[in-house]
Every structure is written in structure tokens, then in C-alpha cells.
């Protein structure tokens, strides 16, 4: 017991220096950190492999950090081995910490977590936790930390309960009996950082739990891997990566989202890693991790995929990746490290240019769910969303989506700022969800459960027919829109859709004592928000984002991420060259590219004579800039 005692108390001091090993960051405005699952672990204990995947690595991109990980799906890591491991990062000044995995073994390509309910389960997460404390004084637990079991055991525990009840008080149960005081009583300095994933619309169902558990740990992390957006099973859109980890940030605004998360796993094309990796940071992230370290350190070639726009200069420059890559016969070709190296390479340049993220307020409520991740489809349309659990008092306009439903008093804190001369925006979803539950005290619509395809588009503010906004190409295809009535001349249509001589409002307004309630009609499939013309997109923005600092006029799949300091970025997803109008609030001269210099001189001077609701407004001066695809373009406003 004495001999036990003595290593572990030598092991903690190591920890300590391996978690201080690299003060020094390898970038300017952000840390790179690499998982290394347990697998990996036992792979490393061979010295020759160690100093082989090292090199290969470290040649393609600089990292300040590993997390060691100690156990994943049934298997543990040696405790020599993770000892060895933490001297030779040490040695070359690179941070270690460790990391858990609270996987079962898999049932093919479908994950399996731990039974909490179970004795034998209970004791391996307890001795996981027990390892990881031994050894290290930071602990990161990747994204299995959720609870999808449905053994006779867990039916019978959870009663009358839903699933989602059950697994939430259970799940900080765990989190406090079997992990954070189990990890404390190892190691008292320990710090143990749970890491949330990608899919945080269903986060309460399976046990995740932003509201009590994420404040209970020392810091969150997030996972921000978008991967492809249209052969996916999750609705990733790749403004994600930037959304979420902004939404995370507001559950801890103590600074304790700790960073971003990025795989390598489920891309067409090469430009879709580097997208992740950009936005993650777009967003603030302090740190980002490259999951995993057999990926980064596989000797198989890295390939473009399925570039079609391969004949333009894009952000992501494949030729001048390749040239930069670190390849030679003793590191191998450029691979995953490559294209990671040379992806946040590029960014270090300007983010610490950039101020603190800015965009339209949207209120998420904590364990809530409804119309599934719609504020990323609103992102890839141009429209920056700064997504936060606490509902946005001072915000001048906040957007509502169905989720906000499960906020009993809602209907009152929507009133309450409409009374205080501010504007909400409700979508479809939410309007339907609040039928019977008080909406009808502010403004008397139906949703009527039934869709009607459009195919024309019109917008006006007042009587009369309409500007035409279907665009050039002629008819837009039909899209199938949620029928929502309303009364004539108590609210009015600012952009409808029209259908073999029916319409349907897209955009609604109505006064409510000083302020103003839109409702925002979202398409049956919200991927088709991406088919709608560029004109009734610029129109929808322009009542969305009236006082914004900046606007894009663009077609789909073009985000804006704008900062408080008078810089914003403009980032295309489109797999042709992009032109886009830039709407920025005041008498402007010219936008600089922080990447290039390059001045942009106005193409339209300032309207001081445009008007809204028929009052003037304040001046807007626009610009006109080139996008090439899949690209990225950074400014600053003068």
C-alpha cells in the first residue's frame, strides 16, 4: 500500500509539470492540442513508433498539447506507458493532460455508452476515472459521457419518468459520485473538463446537461466537427462550427469553454476539414483539437477529393499546401496534419485583428428542442446568429425559434419587449407551438397545419401588390411553406409566396404597443431556405438586420461573421466564384482585406433617404467584393 502511495504521488507531481510544459503557444491567438486514443497509447509504447509518428506530425503542424487517453470501450492504458509518454512530450515542450472515452464495446458503427445502472459498468467508469486522476491534473472526457442504454435495469429505474428526465438526473448523479468526486479524491488539483458534441439540439434526451452539469465541472468543451452537411444523419450545416461553439460560450461566460473539437472523419472534399477548422476559430475558440493522432500520423497520402473548383485560387490553396507540407522521404507525404498546418497557419495571421463576435440574439433555453439546428440553416443564408441559454433582454431584436417553447413564460418575455419598443422574431415552428398558450394576446394568426408549395415570391410593406422577387433564372422551384392566416390590415406581409393565384406570408409583421413581432415562415424541409432567390433573401435580411453594423447581399450558402470592433468575415460555401454586396451602417470610404491590404472603395455612396415603416433611416454605404469557392474574405471597416 505504501509502494502504491509513493507512485502515485510521483505521478501527480509529474502531472503537474507536464501540464505547465507549454506556456508558450505554437500560434498567436489560439492553442493546438491532439487526442490520442488508447489505442494509440499502446501503439506509442514502442519508442521507434513514438519518434517515427512524432516526426511525421510535428513536421506538418505545430501543437502545444496531447491528451493522453485512458480508457475507450472496454480498454484501459498501461500506467508505465502513460508515464513514458508524458516524459517524452514533456521533453519537447508540449502540454500533456489526459483524456476518458466512457464507451462500451460498439455494436458495429452504432455507439454504446457505459449502463449507469449497472454495478460492473459503474466500477469501470469509476477506475477510468481513477487512472486518468493518477496521472494527470487536467482530465477532458470525450463526447460518450451520455446515457443511451435501455437494459431491464434502466426501465425499471426510471419509472414513470421520461427518458429524458430519467437519463438528466441521473447523469449528474454520475457526474458527481463517480467522476468529479471520484477524480478529486485521487488528485485533489485535478480539473476535469467535460467536451459536449456536435448535436446539441438533442443534448437533455440522451443526458447532457448545459443547465446544472456543465457548471458543475471545472470547463466544457466543444465539439465543433460539421463534417459533410448533406450526407450526414445529424443536419450539420457548416455555420455549426461556428454557432455552437458561440452557444456554448454563453452557457459558460466565465471563460470556461475551453475550445473547439474537429475531426477528420466524413468529408467529400479537403476544403471541408479546413472550413471546420476556420470557423471554430471564427468563433474565439482558445484552443482547437485535432481528433485524432493516428489520423494526423498516417502514412496514407492525404487526397483533395472532389474538388470541382480545383482551377481556382481558393483559401484552402492545395498546391501551396502540398508545398508547405513538411513532406520528405523520412516524415512521408503530406497528410491530415498537413492540411491542418496550413489551415490554421493561414488564420493566425488576422485573428487577433478580429473583436468579440456579434450577431442577432437568439435565445435557446436550457433542455430544449425544436425545429432541429434551423439557427445554422439561418446562418449559411447570411444571417450571423449569436445562439445564448438566457433570454436577451437588451437585445433590440431577438429571434425566436420553437425551442423557446419550452420557456413556460415566454409569451410574457416576448410581450415584455415589444412593450419596451423592441422587435421579436418568431418562426413558423414557434407560432404553432404557442396556439392556446397566450400568443393569441398579441397578435391573433393561425397556423393551419397545412403546406402550400410556392413558387413566386413578392415583397411590400403596405397595400398593393408587390415588387416581384423571384431573381433572375425565371421561376424559382416550388418550395412548401407552412399556411399561416392572418387578418387583413392587423398584420401585414412584408414578403409573401404566391401559388396559382393563393399566397402565403414568408415575412409578417405587427405592431404591439411600441415595438414590432415578425413571424418568419420556415419551409417544411429547412435545407430549402438555401433555394430561395437571392432576392428574398437581401429583402429578409434587410428587416432582420436593419441596425446590424454589417449585411451581406448574397445568394445562399454565403455566412457573415461580424466582430464589435468594425471587422467581419465573409465566408462562401459555394463551389463557384461569389460576387457579394456588403451593407455596412454609416458614411464609410473604404473596407481593408486584413489578409491582403487591399482597399475596396464603395460602389454606392451612403443612402442617407432609405426608409423603413416609412421612417428614415440611419445611412448604410455598400460595397462589392469577390468570393472565390469555398473561401474566405476578412475586413476592416474605415
Known sequence: MRRYVL????????????????????????????????????????????????????????????YLETYRSGEFADEAALETLKRFFTRHGIAVSGGIAFSAPGRGAQFVTLDYE??????????????????????????????????????????NRSWTQYRLQKMREVAEDLVLKTARTVNPRVKVIIKYPNWYEHYQALGYDLDVEAKRFDAIYTGTETRDPEFTDQHLQQYESYLIFRYLSNVRPDGGDRGGWVDTYGTRYVDRYAEQLWDTLFAKAPEITLFNWSDLASMRALRPGERTWSAETTSFDWDAMLRSSGASPQVGPAGWASAAGYALRQVDRFLGRLGKPIGIASYKPYQSSGEDFLQDYLGNVGIPIELTPDFPTEAPLVLLTESARQDPGIVAKIERQLVAGKSVVITSG??????????????????????VSIH??????????????NGPGGQPQSIAFPEIRYFTNDAWPLVRGVSEAYGVPILLMDRYSRGTLYVLDIPDNPGDLYELPQSVLRTLRGYLQADFPVRIDAPALVSLFAYDNGTFIVESFRDEPTSVGVSVAGVRTVLTDLVTGERVAASQPAAAGARRFGLPQAPRTTFSIEVPPHSYRVFGVQ
Open 430 to 451: 414557434l407560432l404553432h407551438a404557442l396556439q392556446g398558450h397566450g400568443i393569441e394576446s398579441i397578435v391573433e394568426l393561425e397556423d393551419t397545419g397545412q403546406s
Open 7 to 66: 507512485i502515485s504521488a510521483i505521478a501527480i507531481a509529474l502531472a503537474t509539470l507536464s501540464s505547465v510544459a507549454a506556456a508558450k503557444s505554437a500560434y498567436k491567438s489560439f492553442r493546438v492540442a491532439i487526442y490520442v486514443t488508447v489505442d494509440a497509447t499502446h501503439r506509442l509504447e514502442d519508442p521507434k513508433v513514438l519518434e517515427a509518428e512524432y516526426r511525421r506530425i510535428s513536421a506538418q503542424v505545430r501543437f502545444d498539447k496531447v
Open 118 to 159: 449497472s454495478p460492473h459498468d459503474r466500477e469501470i467508469c469509476r477506475r477510468a476515472v481513477q487512472l486518468a486522476a493518477r496521472h494527470f491534473n487536467e482530465i477532458i472526457l470525450d463526447d460518450f459521457f451520455f446515457y443511451s442504454t435501455k437494459s431491464e435495469a434502466d426501465i425499471a429505474a426510471k419509472g
Open 456 to 469: 413566386d415570391f413578392l415583397g411590400a410593406f403596405g397595400a398593393g401588390g408587390g415588387a416581384v422577387l
